[in-house]
């Protein structure tokens, strides 16, 4: 079987057929898939490390138990992402949230054409911390919206579809995100725009709200 590359959904119609007749091997590469997007989903619900980790495994767990139906499912992406929201609202009912971890500041940086310098990563580490508490003041259904966007490349159309909203309402609680993101980062911004290193550093968080937006 030809081995497929995480994020690669080209051959997903195969895999599930595949899976469904058993073969171990087609399911371990949904797996591989989709396993770490959903953790990450699940976390950005719970804020529990171990809770995601439970989460995602019971739902693949349970689509093994049922890949009988899986040459059923039309869009296998957004079918276990609404697991996920399923799940971890289940949990949320017994279960205390955590603290999201902060964003990494070299997961925007590093593909740079030139090294950054010391002074850059300084300056976009902290503007990454403060983007990061700002996420955080989002209220709950804003912030997962933000997240699923921003974090794992999903579509507007997508995250409706999961989360049982409007494309309208996805749209409207990005345009609060960002709007609500930017006005927490007011002070940091104003000071910012004094060196070359501040300015670009200004230009990428631009970049990263606006992609979020556009992400339609």
């Given at each position: 079987m030809k081995f497929v590359?995480?994020?690669?959904?080209?051959?997903?119609p195969l895999l599930q057929e595949q899976a469904a007749a058993g073969d171990t091997a087609a399911f371990r590469q949904i797996f591989l898939l989709f396993f770490e997007r959903l953790q990450r989903f699940a976390y950005s619900i719970v804020k529990s490390e171990e809770g995601a980790v439970d989460i995602t495994d019971d739902v693949f767990v349970k689509l093994w138990r049922n890949k009988h139906a899986l040459p059923d499912i039309k869009n296998l992406r957004i079918y276990l992402y609404a697991a996920i929201k399923n799940?971890?609202?289940?949990?949320?009912a017994t279960q205390k949230s955590g603290k999201k971890p902060p964003l990494e500041a070299a997961d925007y940086i590093g593909d740079s054409a030139s090294s950054p310098s010391p002074e850059q990563i300084?300056?976009?580490?902290?503007?990454?911390?403060?983007?990061?508490?700002a996420v955080g003041t989002l209220p709950p259904k804003c912030r997962i919206i933000f997240n699923m966007v921003r974090e794992d490349g999903l579509k507007y159309k997508e995250v409706a579809d999961i989360l049982h909203i409007s494309v309208n309402t996805v749209d409207a609680q990005m345009v609060i995100a960002v709007g609500r993101i930017r006005e927490h980062m007011k002070e940091y911004i104003q000071r910012a725009g004094r060196t070359n290193s501040q300015k670009k550093s200004m230009f990428l968080l631009g970049s990263i709200l606006l992609e979020a937006v556009l992400c339609k």
């Open positions: 590359a995480p994020g690669d959904e080209q051959h997903l799940n971890a609202l289940n949990y949320l300084l300056i976009m580490t902290e503007m990454m911390a403060r983007m990061e508490e």
